[in-house]
């Protein structure tokens, strides 16, 4: 096949912005999952309870930093949809999933306020299902779903 130029939305600034901002949450939220899985390992020894609380208020730390990333990551793919399609939003698979996990983290910046995550195992607990949301606007969309950002 003959390599063709890059279309114009393709060729834009925003791009990496949009991209590595996006990217780096992700990476923040597997580390949140991650610790969660290692938290509830460690609950099922004895005297664990200050490594768990010590775990929570990093792993706590950890996500707001991906929250507010997947934030400002989101707000910044809408500007270049803005720049390259004349439209913010566009109810596409992916954009929907990224709205979607963007809601499902936003309940940590609540979690005390919430009964059923306040406790540091159950916390930890959300943790690991949350980043399922992350798997599937990463994996799942471009695999199974039909849209602007899918590769297949």
């Known amino acids: 096949p003959v390599i063709t130029p ?23 939220f597997g580390i949140c999952s991650v610790i969660g899985l290692y938290t509830l390992l460690a609950s099922f020894r004895k005297n664990s309870t200050s490594t768990i609380k010590e775990l929570a208020s990093i792993n706590e730390f ?46 940590t910046m ?11 195992f159950y916390f930890h607990i959300f943790c690991i299902v949350a980043f399922a949301t992350v798997l599937i606007t990463y994996f799942g969309v471009n695999l199974l779903f039909s849209s602007i950002h899918s590769y297949a």
Do not use: C
């Not at 890059?6 to 923040?28: E, K, Q, R």
């Not at 803005?82 to 439209?87: I, K, L, Q």
């Open 110 to 120: 609540h979690s005390n306020q919430l009964p059923f995550i306040r406790h540091p």
């Open 6 to 28: 890059l279309m114009p939305a393709l060729n834009s600034p925003w791009l990496i912005l949009h991209v590595t901002v996006i990217t780096a949450s992700y990476g923040f």
């Open 62 to 107: 950890m996500m707001y930093i991906g929250l507010i990333l997947v934030t400002i990551g989101t707000f910044l793919g809408a500007v270049w949809a803005n720049v390259s399609w004349g439209r913010y939003w566009g109810w596409d698979a992916k954009e929907v999933w990224a709205l979607i996990t963007m809601l499902v983290y936003s309940l």
